[in-house]
């Protein structure tokens, strides 16, 4: 279906979300709501700035919500909270345990009157549990769930994998498909519902397939000889002739096959492709062999033949790829570049984010809320 048949609205049409902003998870999950065009209104604490700096206009997590600076230590103000609380389909907050019950806007400050509420609450460790109250970032939750451990090489420490594993992937990305389910789930019984959304509690469902593969014997205990983690020969970055790299994801057999073939080696030669014990010595002739040709020759020489084999790019190179520019996966202007919002729908439109995070933007751009009197 082209895009000349999509309708004009967007999936969250008229869903109204409030957001008390936070960091990572919080407004990650909310974003990706507001991308599929729910309206949210954000709260910043009165006074706020960014802990770890930079020019808010870039911040692109808090994209398409204005905001409100409110002093929740005021009467008045945690009035004005109430007030937009009880219009809201959705509420989502990331402070501590507790921290929103203190203030006379928990769950049951705000549901008795707003029975459909969905009452979202994105922490680290959860609302309960020993390590309730305890401060942590994306690498503590990643070490005490299991999943930093495999990461990095076989002789050095674990490696941080930025903060996508965790804060995004295990959080914001968890925080926004709990919303969806209890939203659908309100159209059968017309009752919001309490989500405690638990970054901890998502990457350990991240690593579901990793704890099957442990239990079958497939995979090894600590960094290296694994099939995953850059050890097979088929599945790695290697180093080219001017100090790039080419990732290499051969893993089925026609594909790898294919990698050999383009090395201008014979897939014979190379057989039983799954035996750990292949893959040292096989590493290192293909690493001398990749290590002769800049990434542009090898980007020339696999170019059309289906081996899994793509350079490996910055953030900045994969925002000017003509491959990419032609999926459209970047927003881009003379001022900025950013992802586009994401899935795609046949007949629904998402939102388009602007150039640049509108911190100014007026609340009277918000269709969906009647804010007359709140203020």
């Known amino acids: 279906m082209d895009a000349g048949t999509k309708s004009q609205g967007t999936p969250l049409a008229g869903v109204k979300i409030l957001e008390f902003s936070g960091l990572g998870p919080t407004p990650f999950g909310t974003m990706l709501l507001c991308d599929l065009g729910a309206e949210a209104i954000r709260i910043e604490r009165a006074g706020a700035s960014n802990p770890l700096g930079g020019d808010a206009r870039f911040d692109f997590l808090y994209r398409g919500r204005p905001a409100i600076h409110l002093d929740l230590k005021s009467e008045k103000d945690r009035d004005v909270a109430r007030a937009l609380a009880q219009q809201a389909d959705v509420l989502i907050e990331g402070f501590r345990p507790g921290t929103m019950e203190r203030l006379g806007l928990g769950p049951d400050d705000l549901t008795t009157s707003n029975e459909g509420l969905i009452y979202a609450r ?12 305890m401060a942590g970032h994306d690498i503590n939750y990643l070490a005490q769930c299991g999943a930093l451990y495999p990461v990095g090489p076989m002789d050095g420490p674990p490696t941080p994998p930025i903060n996508l594993v965790g804060n995004f992937g295990g959080g914001g990305t968890f925080l926004a498909i709990g919303v969806l389910a209890a939203m659908a789930e309100r159209t059968r019984s017309g009752k919001g519902q309490v989500l405690d959304v638990a970054m901890s509690d998502g990457i350990i469902v991240l690593l579901t397939q990793l704890m099957g593969w442990k239990q079958m014997g497939q995979w090894r205990d ?3 000889g694994n099939l995953l983690d ?3 020969y088929f599945y790695r970055c290697y180093e080219t002739s001017d100090g790039r790299h080419l990732a290499v994801g051969a893993l089925e057999k026609p594909f790898h096959d294919a990698f050999i073939e383009g090395l201008g080696l014979q897939p014979a030669d190379f057989s039983d492709h799954l035996n750990p014990a292949n893959w040292p010595e096989r590493g290192e002739r293909i690493h001398a ?29 994969a925002a000017e790829s003509e491959l990419n520019r032609e999926r459209g996966m970047f927003v881009r202007s003379k001022r900025s ?15 388009e984010p602007h150039q640049t995070v509108e911190t100014d933007r007026a609340l009277s751009s918000l269709s969906s809320w009647n804010l007359d009197g709140i203020f």
Do not use: H, N
Request: overall charge negative; charged content about 25%; hydrophobic content about 30%.
């Open 222 to 224: 600590g960094r290296g």
């Open 230 to 232: 850059g050890s097979a």
């Open 337 to 351: 570049y950013q992802s586009t919002p994401a899935p795609r729908f046949s007949r629904s439109s998402v939102r």
């Open 289 to 317: 062999i990749i290590a002769e040709k800049s990434l542009e020759e090898w980007c020339g020489l696999f170019a059309g033949r289906d081996a899994c084999v793509t350079p490996v790019l910055s953030v900045e190179e």
């Open 122 to 133: 994105m922490s680290g460790w959860g609302q309960d549990g020993p390590l309730r109250d």
